[in-house]
C-alpha cells in the first residue's frame, strides 16, 4: 500500500523553542494532508486539514498561530509547533489521501504516517 | 450527527476465536468506512474498508458486515491470533471533505 513518512519520529525540545514535524507522501500525490493529535489511550483527534497551495483548516479549539501548517507540495506538509509549552507534549500523526485514487472507488483511501512523539521539557 | 460510535471500550478474545468489534452512526452523508489497526506508539495503518453499496467485504481473516438500514458496520477478525492485539478504530467519511470521524476505539487483547 501507499506509504506515508514522517519524521522525526521523536523529538525533545526546550520550552518555548519551535519544532518542526514533516509528512510525506513517498509514493503517491496527495491534494489532503490531515494532522491529528493522540492522547494516551484515546481516539485522534483532527487538528487541522492541509491542502497544497492553500491555507489549512483549524478545527474548533486549535491555534492557528501555534501549530502552523504549510503544505507546499503534493508530496510534503509541515507542522511547527510554535513556543512548545509541555502540554503540547503528544502524539501527532499526519494522513494523507491519495491523489491517484480520485474517481476510482478507493478515493477516499487514507493513509496513516508512524506519528511522532513530541516530548516539551 | 457526526458521531461514530464504537463498542466494546475493549475486548478479550482466545487464541483461534473471533473478535468482534460493532461500530454505529447517524449521518446518512457517509459513504466510506475504513478500519484502522494501531499498535502502541505507532500510527494507525489501514486495515479494511467498505463503501455502502456492499454488504460485508472480506480480506483474509478480517470482514467488515455493513447494514445500512441499521446504520451499523462491525469487523470479525477470525482465528484470531496473539499479533492481533492492538487497538482498533473504525471511521466513518462523507464523500464530499474526505475527513474521517473516529470512533473512541477498541483495546483487543488475544490470549494466548
Known amino acids: 500500500g501507499a506509504v506515508v513518512s514522517q519524521h522525526p519520529s521523536r523529538v525533545i525540545c526546550k520550552s518555548g523553542t519551535s519544532v518542526k514535524i514533516e509528512c510525506r507522501s513517498l509514493d503517491f500525490q496527495a491534494t489532503t494532508m490531515f494532522w491529528y493529535r493522540q492522547f494516551p489511550k484515546q481516539s485522534l483527534m483532527l487538528m487541522a486539514t492541509?491542502?497544497?497551495?492553500?491555507?489549512?483548516?483549524?478545527e474548533q479549539g486549535v491555534e492557528k498561530d501555534k501549530f502552523l501548517i504549510n503544505h507546499a507540495s503534493l508530496t510534503l506538509s509541515t507542522l511547527t509547533v510554535t513556543s512548545a509549552h509541555p502540554e503540547d507534549s503528544s502524539f501527532y500523526i499526519c494522513?494523507?489521501?491519495?491523489?491517484?485514487?480520485?474517481?476510482?472507488?478507493?478515493?477516499?483511501?487514507?493513509?496513516f504516517g508512524e506519528g511522532s512523539w513530541l516530548t516539551v521539557v | 450527527q457526526q458521531q461514530v460510535k464504537q463498542s466494546p471500550q475493549s475486548l478479550i478474545v482466545q487464541k483461534g476465536g473471533i473478535s468482534i468489534i460493532n461500530c454505529a452512526y447517524e449521518?446518512?452523508?457517509?459513504?466510506?468506512f475504513p478500519w484502522y489497526q494501531q499498535f502502541p506508539g505507532k500510527g494507525p495503518a489501514l486495515l479494511i474498508a467498505?463503501?455502502?453499496d456492499v454488504s460485508e467485504k472480506k480480506e483474509g481473516r478480517f470482514t467488515i458486515s455493513f447494514n445500512k438500514s441499521a446504520k451499523q458496520f462491525s469487523l470479525h477478525i477470525m482465528d484470531s491470533q496473539p499479533g492481533d492485539s492492538a487497538t482498533y478504530f473504525c471511521?466513518?467519511?462523507?464523500?464530499?471533505?474526505?475527513?474521517?470521524?473516529w470512533g473512541a476505539g477498541t483495546k483487543l487483547i488475544i490470549k494466548p
Open positions: 471511521a466513518a467519511s462523507p464523500d464530499s471533505n474526505y475527513q474521517l470521524i
Open positions: 449521518n446518512t452523508a457517509f459513504d466510506y
Open positions: 492541509s491542502n497544497e497551495g492553500s491555507k489549512a483548516t483549524y
Open positions: 494522513s494523507a489521501r491519495s491523489v491517484d485514487d480520485e474517481g476510482t472507488s478507493s478515493g477516499n483511501t487514507i493513509y
Open positions: 467498505i463503501r455502502p
